[in-house]
Nanobody
Framework: QVQLVESGGGLVQAGGSLRLSCAASGSIWSTNSMGWHRRAPGKQRELVAVMDSGGSTNYADSVKGRFTISRDNAKNTVYLQMNSLKPEDTAIYYC?????????WGQGTQVTVSS
């Protein structure tokens, strides 16, 4: 069994920063993309940022220039540095990874940005 455990969410004022972490554990024998999605109140889940095993990245237009994704392949961990946060970034952030040829999801961590 593979588990993804997120940390780093919380409450922050607009303009502030947060760093999310997601560590994958368990029997992992194949690793590909890792990244983050989010679901804001009343909206569908959307891609925030993803990085493949080669280091290529893709970001949602709404976070480009403010969020940075990184990963430590040796630790099977992915990070999301979020700067210049806005109230519209308020959402539950879900870690995602394509491991062992399957989609894997974390339980989510709440990020709340106050105005």
């Amino acid at each position: 069994q593979v588990q993804l455990v997120e940390s780093g969410g919380g409450l922050v004022q607009a303009g502030g920063s947060l760093r999310l972490s997601c560590a994958a554990s368990g029997s992992i024998w194949s690793t590909n993309s890792m990244g983050w999605h989010r679901r804001a109140p009343g909206k569908q889940r959307e891609l925030v940022a993803v990085m493949d095993s080669g280091g290529s990245t893709n970001y949602a237009d709404s976070v480009k220039g403010r969020f940075t994704i990184s990963r430590d392949n040796a630790k099977n961990t992915v990070y999301l540095q979020m700067n210049s946060l806005k109230p519209e970034d308020t959402a539950i952030y879900y870690c995602y990874a394509y491991l062992n040829w399957r989609d894997q999801w974390g339980q989510g961590t709440q990020v709340t940005v106050s105005s």
